[in-house]
């Protein structure tokens, strides 16, 4: 039982450059989001999905893109990395149809940008 | 956009005594999920409140739920070192599926 599997664990950025978070549930969760998570911040919601080709903006998205291509992947690609993206990010998975479902959490993964 | 506060941001506690989260919530819900982390690890659900006047309880921590006031507790009963971590609470919108998060609340425990 995976559950929410996020790699890489870790990750060292420099100013400009882009990447790719990757984030795979075996749930048959139909909604799926990223989060950030920085000091004093708690979590910001990044992007979030409700299905397989349907993403939405959170509160913080710009420097972000999603992609939902199937029901298990929903990978976050930084366009063009900045110092103010360095933080953990979680991707987090839950059933839509049911109210009791709570979110299940991956790892999360630790970037830092120089 | 639904805005959660929690409060305290920190709380030291000796073992043995009781306490008090506080949650509150902006626009009207009645989803709400606590949550707690251990330093460096992921979040780890821990009660589900899905109605007013709801109540859960789990070995020292008890949540409730009061959608009027908008308002949910977390209250730790003779607290022990083990549950020194950082408690999250978050919302969800009646519409809609997003999860908002407070900015949490750091427990340690003191022996």
Same mark, same amino acid.
């Given at each position: 039982?995976?559950?929410?599997?996020?790699?890489?664990?870790?990750?060292?950025?420099?100013?400009?450059?882009?990447?790719?978070?990757?984030?795979?549930?075996?749930?048959?969760?139909?909604?799926?989001?990223?989060?950030?998570?920085?000091?004093?911040?708690?979590?910001?919601?990044?992007?979030?999905?409700?299905?397989?080709?349907?993403?939405?903006?959170?509160?913080?998205?710009?420097?972000?893109?999603?992609?939902?291509?199937?029901?298990?992947?929903?990978?976050?690609?930084?366009?063009?990395?900045?110092?103010?993206?360095?933080?953990?990010?979680?991707?987090?998975?839950?059933?839509?149809?049911?109210?009791?479902?709570?979110?299940?959490?991956?790892?999360?993964?630790?970037?830092?940008?120089? | 956009?639904?805005?959660?506060?929690?409060?305290?941001?920190? %709380? !030291?506690?000796?073992?043995? &005594?009781?306490?008090?989260?506080?949650?509150?919530?902006?626009? $009207?819900?009645? #989803? @709400?999920?606590?949550?707690?982390?251990?330093?460096?690890?992921?979040?780890?659900?821990?009660?589900?409140? %899905? !109605?007013?006047?709801?109540? &859960?309880?789990?070995?020292?921590?008890?949540?409730?739920?009061? $959608?009027?006031? #908008? @308002?949910?507790?977390?209250?730790?009963?003779?607290?022990?070192?083990?549950?020194?971590?950082?408690?999250?609470?978050?919302?969800?919108?009646?519409?809609?599926?997003?999860?908002?998060?407070?900015?949490?609340?750091?427990?340690?425990?003191?022996?």
């Amino acid at each position: 039982n995976a559950g929410v599997t996020q790699t890489p664990k870790f990750q060292v950025l420099k100013t400009g450059q882009s990447m790719t978070l990757q984030c795979a549930q075996d749930m048959n969760h139909e909604y799926m989001s990223w989060y950030r998570q920085d000091p004093g911040m708690g979590l910001r919601l990044i992007h979030y999905s409700v299905g397989a080709g349907i993403t939405d903006q959170g509160e913080v998205p710009n420097g972000y893109n999603v992609s939902r291509s199937t029901t298990e992947d929903f990978p976050l690609r930084l366009l063009s990395a900045a110092p103010s993206q360095t933080s953990v990010y979680f991707c987090a998975s839950s059933y839509s149809g049911g109210r009791w479902s709570p979110l299940h959490f991956g790892n999360g993964t630790r970037l830092t940008v120089t | 956009e639904l805005k959660v506060e929690q409060n305290p941001l920190f %709380l !030291s506690m000796q073992e043995g &005594k009781n306490y008090t989260i506080y949650c509150n919530y902006s626009t $009207t819900s009645d #989803r @709400l999920y606590w949550y707690r982390q251990d330093p460096g690890k992921s979040l780890e659900s821990l009660f589900v409140l %899905l !109605s007013n006047g709801a109540v &859960k309880q789990e070995g020292r921590l008890m949540a409730s739920l009061d $959608t009027k006031a #908008r @308002l949910s507790t977390l209250h730790i009963t003779a607290a022990v070192h083990d549950l020194s971590a950082t408690y999250f609470c978050a919302a969800r919108p009646n519409t809609g599926n997003q999860f908002y998060f407070g900015t949490g609340t750091s427990l340690t425990v003191i022996p």
